[in-house]
């Protein structure tokens, strides 16, 4: 395996010796980086806050970068909750950071933000990831995205101050389903995931196997975002006029949130609470595992976009009722990893 990091910002490079012995030591790849911070030392816990770039790499990975957002609470004296961001088909990473604007929100609240690149034959365009019936040239090619996830949890784990107890991943559309996929097949490690205009599995095709995650192996919390008018991943299910991939059959996001119910042990009626004139409708249901609940904002006259966003997805419009932003890193601090 190699990791390579480098700042965005001006920077100061360690020496390579220093690398090499820092990693030899736990038998980990060896890796450079360069720092903003002066103090900055391979696998410490201080840091100065700021966007800095990785490149990661495994066994059968191609190398693929990732932003990672620091905020200005990170001291390396408290252990920070890290997020986790897919970008949506045909994305990058710096594409849904400018999109989703999570970064002065994460700063708010405090939490390492994470913006790994998708795969594709074009460099860093259009990009995809595999979901496990979605979407290009991540399925087409099998690629294992839940590896490269978990690959990156440990990498972040083993070089910032991060709470293992506090990892969350959302995304948006193709991103989204593989936040669905990855916090069920990772859910030792995932606290809480926030899929947006996405569901959990499906269809290649009329007539192939239907394709959903395994039962996951702990209790994961839930709050998934989605918009009723969505034609990109048809809130009902079914083959999306617009979708990324032609021909592709989604799951409901009812079949996406009872997978969930059912995973998590859940009660299967919902308390039920309705904003913006009955815009916005928020069902959740409690009663789950380990502390765990499941969430489903619907968003009545959305379409396929990050609600709260000022940037479009694609052609629609993003609601202003809510901020997803907002509401995924208030869930996401009340719910953290508990052991059964």
């Known amino acids: ?17 220093l690398a090499a012995c820092r990693l030899a030591a736990v038998a980990q790849p060896t890796e450079t980086t360069q720092a903003a911070s002066p103090t900055f030392v391979l696998g410490a816990e201080t840091v100065a806050s700021g966007n800095y770039e990785l490149t ?16 200005p609470a990170y001291d390396g004296s408290l252990q920070l909750p890290l997020l986790i961001v897919l970008h949506g088909g045909a994305g990058n990473g710096e594409q849904i950071q400018r999109l989703a604007e999570l970064d002065a929100d994460a700063d708010e609240y405090g939490f390492v933000v994470a913006y790994p690149d998708g795969s594709g034959r074009l460099g860093e365009r259009l990009l995809t990831w595999n979901a496990g019936h979605c979407c290009g040239f991540a399925l087409t090619n099998q690629v294992d995205d839940v590896a490269f996830i978990d690959l990156l949890i440990d990498r972040l784990l083993e070089h ?5 107890a ?24 995932v606290a809480a995931i926030a899929p947006i205009a996405a569901t ?33 991943v048809l809130y009902a299910g079914g083959e999306a006029p617009e979708a990324l991939d032609a021909g592709r059959v989604d799951l409901s996001v009812e079949a996406s949130i009872a997978f969930w119910l059912n995973a998590n042990g859940c009660n299967l009626q919902p308390e039920t609470e309705t904003l913006a004139a009955g815009n916005i409708v928020i069902d959740t249901y409690g009663g789950c595992e380990a502390g765990t609940e499941v969430v489903l904002v619907t968003i009545v006259d959305g379409g396929h976009a990050w609600p709260g966003a000022r940037q479009r997805l694609v052609r629609d419009d993003p609601t202003r009722d809510i901020s997803a932003n907002e509401m995924m890193l208030e869930f996401f601090l009340a719910h953290p990893k508990v052991s059964n």
């Open 56 to 71: 990661l790499s495994g066994e059968d990975m191609e190398p693929r970068d990732v932003i990672v957002h620091i905020p």
């Open 200 to 232: 959990i599995g499906g269809r290649v095709s009329e007539g192939e196997f239907e394709l959903v995650p395994g039962t996951p192996d702990a209790p994961v919390s839930v709050i998934a975002l989605h918009g009723l008018l969505d034609q990109h």
């Open 166 to 189: 506090r990892v969350y991943i959302t995304g948006i559309s193709n991103g989204g389903m593989l936040a669905y996929r990855a916090g069920a097949e990772l859910a030792h490690k």
């Open 1 to 17: 395996m190699h990791i390579m990091m480098k700042n965005l910002f001006p920077f100061l490079l360690l020496t390579l010796s």
């Open 160 to 164: 910032y101050a991060i709470d293992p």
